[in-house]
Every structure is written in structure tokens, then in C-alpha cells.
């Protein structure tokens, strides 16, 4: 049902590697991975059930360079292996055998205009294994970022002004120290602080810190290492539409299922059947994405790495909070 000709180059990634695609429709992107990812995605649906829930939706695993299908996946081909000459020139030569691709459920689908910040957890961002020029290297960067101070640093981000995005490559991120990181936050969530009434600034914000500590939650439960993982946070970025969303009856069945403190109005099951058949509008998305170097471990105990940062990005939200109702 997806045919791999149609597929165009993801424009709107945070941050990451080029290469990811996007379907027509903009409902899936195609993201190039490595085994273990493709791997921890099907692993993660038939095991942790609970854990997929905190991850996009995951549609399969799309084969490139299978014969049967050679004349239709040359576009995707070509992205792949450009992906793959960066990968290798980032691992200085060594090899990772990438003929597969994870289609995923696009996190920006179903927003107007969608603000994205893509925050890249642990202190440590490399497994067991890894070339000691590599680990060398993300060893020296966390101890210059807030990845070694706060087990996360902000990746990138993109934000509606108005007219455009404003986009904010990694060395934006790498800038911050522990102290100054809330200025970041502040940035990438002044449409939201500036559009909205401050009560309801607050609830969203609360809402949003609140689907981080989820998957926090999640994860002191069970045994992981993910490596330079992140979680995205997406939250609309058109002004008017945010408005709409959380002003008077909220539009989307996601604000309701999730964020009870959002309000007690409740929908007409008219309308939530009409809003099924259509793509509702969404005021936020928040999921864990970028498993290259994420594995389940039984018996090595909870993934404090991550932890660690998910708690200190819950500390960020509630400083914005307190600054923002005083
Ligand atoms: P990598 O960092 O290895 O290139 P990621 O999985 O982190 O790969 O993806 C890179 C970027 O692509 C992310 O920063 C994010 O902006 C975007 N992205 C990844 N997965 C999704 C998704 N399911 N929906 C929307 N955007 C995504
Ligand atoms: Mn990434």
C-alpha cells in the first residue's frame, strides 16, 4: 500500500541525520535505520505493549533493495545511502548495514503549523562496543553541553514565528549550560506562553510536562539502556488554532484521553464520531523517537541515564511554570 516512488525527502525533522522520507499523504515518515532499531521497534510492540504507546506508531519495517521491488525504490535507495555515507563517515570507516527502513506514524501530522523540539537524553550517548574515538568524542561534547550536567541537551527545535519556521540547528543546543537551559525552553515555548491566556498556558504546559513524566514512569519500571535517545515534544504553533483547540470544547479526543486537568466539558459522542472520520487537529504530541542504540535489558536494572534527564527536563517545565503564574 505504500509505493516507495511516491516518497519524498522529510523537511521538517528537528534534528538528525538527512534521509528521513515522508508518504503523500504526510500521515508516515520513512526513517533509514540500523538493525537494532528496527529490531526495538518490533520488539518493544510485542513485548512492552505499554512502552510502544510512549513511541510512534509503528507501521513495519520497509525492505530497500529487495529485487521485486529495485525499479520502484530508487528514490529511497538514493537517501539511504546518503545516510549511510554520513553514518559511516561519523563512525570513521566502521560499517553498519542499513537496507531497511521503519515506517513510522509522523509525530507533525495533524498540526497546523507544528513546533518541534527534539531533546537527546543521557549523559552517556554511546553503548558498550562503540570505537573509543566515538565514545571519546560524545564524552567530550556532554562535558561541554548540559548532556553531562543534566542527562539532556536540546538537539534542535523548529518554531512557528508568524510567518516562518525559526530553526535551531545543534550547536544552538550545545550552547546552554545548566543554568541558561531554560532560556531554550522559554524560546521554543513563547508561542505557546505568548498566545495563550496564562491559566491556560500553564495547563498546557502542565499537560506536556505531565506525558514526560509518563514515560519516565515508564521506564523506572523497566529495564533498558537507550543510548542518545530523545523525546519529542511537538505542541502547535499556530497561534489561532492553539486558541481553538483549548479554548471552549477541546477539539481533540487526545487532549481529553490524556490531559483530564484540560477540562471538564465533555463531547458529544456526535462529534467524536465525526472528528474520528476526519483527522483531528492535535495540540501536542510528546513521544520517545530514536532507538539506533536502544536495547532491552532484563536483569541490568533501570536505565538511570535516561531517567535522569526525563526528571531534569520535568524540572525545566516546572520553572517555566512558576515563571509563568509568578
Ligand atoms: P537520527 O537522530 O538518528 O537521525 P531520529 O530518529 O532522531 O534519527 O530522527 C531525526 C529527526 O527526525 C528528529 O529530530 C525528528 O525531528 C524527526 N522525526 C523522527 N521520527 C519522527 C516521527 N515519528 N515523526 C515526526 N518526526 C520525526
Ligand atoms: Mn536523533
Not at 183 to 209: H, M, N, Q, V
Not at 283 to 292: P, T, V
Request: net charge negative; aromatic share 8%; charged share 25%.
Amino acid at each position: 500500500q505504500l509505493d516507495p516512488s511516491t516518497l519524498k525527502a522529510f523537511e521538517n525533522a528537528a534534528a538528525g541525520h538527512d534521509g528521513v522520507l515522508s508518504d503523500p499523504s504526510g500521515e508516515l515518515i520513512i526513517k533509514p535505520c540500523t538493525g537494532t532499531e528496527a529490531e526495538f521497534y518490533q520488539q518493544t510492540l510485542q513485548d512492552y505493549p505499554d512502552f510502544a504507546a510512549l513511541m510512534p506508531a509503528f507501521m513495519g519495517i520497509l525492505q530497500l533493495g529487495a529485487p521485486a521491488q529495485a525499479a520502484d525504490i530508487t528514490a529511497v535507495n538514493e537517501f539511504v545511502e546518503n545516510n549511510q555515507a554520513q553514518k559511516d563517515k561519523q563512525l570513521h570507516g566502521s560499517k553498519i548495514a542499513t537496507e531497511s527502513a521503519i515506517v513510522l506514524e509522523n509525530l507533525e501530522h495533524g498540526f497546523s503549523k507544528p513546533n518541534v523540539l527534539d531533546l537527546k537524553l543521557g549523559a552517556r550517548l554511546y553503548a558498550d562496543g562503540t570505537a573509543p574515538e566515538k565514545a571519546e568524542r560524545l564524552d567530550k561534547v556532554a562535558s561541554e553541553t548540559t548532556t553531562g550536567s543534566l542527562n539532556f541537551r536540546i538537539a534542535g527545535m523548529k518554531v512557528w514565528n508568524g510567518q516562518s519556521f525559526d530553526t535551531y540547528d545543534k550547536f544552538y543546543g550545545r550552547k546552554f549550560n545548566a543554568d541558561n537551559v531554560k532560556d531554550g525552553f522559554a524560546t521554543f515555548f513563547s508561542g505557546l506562553t505568548t498566545g495563550l491566556r496564562k491559566d491556560e498556558a500553564a495547563e498546557l504546559l502542565e499537560t506536556i510536562e505531565a506525558e514526560v513524566a509518563k514515560a519516565r514512569n515508564a521506564l523506572e519500571r523497566l529495564e533498558s539502556r537507550m543510548y542518545s535517545a530523545s523525546i519529542l515534544i511537538v505542541y502547535e504553533g499556530d497561534t489561532a488554532a492553539l486558541e481553538n483547540l483549548m479554548g471552549g470544547v477541546p477539539k481533540t479526543p487526545r487532549l481529553q484521553e490524556t490531559a483530564p486537568t484540560l477540562g471538564e466539558v465533555q463531547q458529544s459522542e456526535d462529534e467524536e464520531e465525526a472528528e474520528d472520520e476526519d483527522e483531528p487537529p492535535m495540540a501536542y504530541q510528546i513521544k520517545m523517537i530514536d532507538f539506533a542504540h536502544a536495547t532491552w535489558t532484563p536483569g541490568h536494572g533501570k536505565d538511570e541515564n535516561v531517567i535522569m534527564g526525563l526528571k531534569n527536563i520535568e524540572k525545566q517545565m516546572d520553572l517555566l511554570i512558576t515563571r509563568l503564574t509568578g
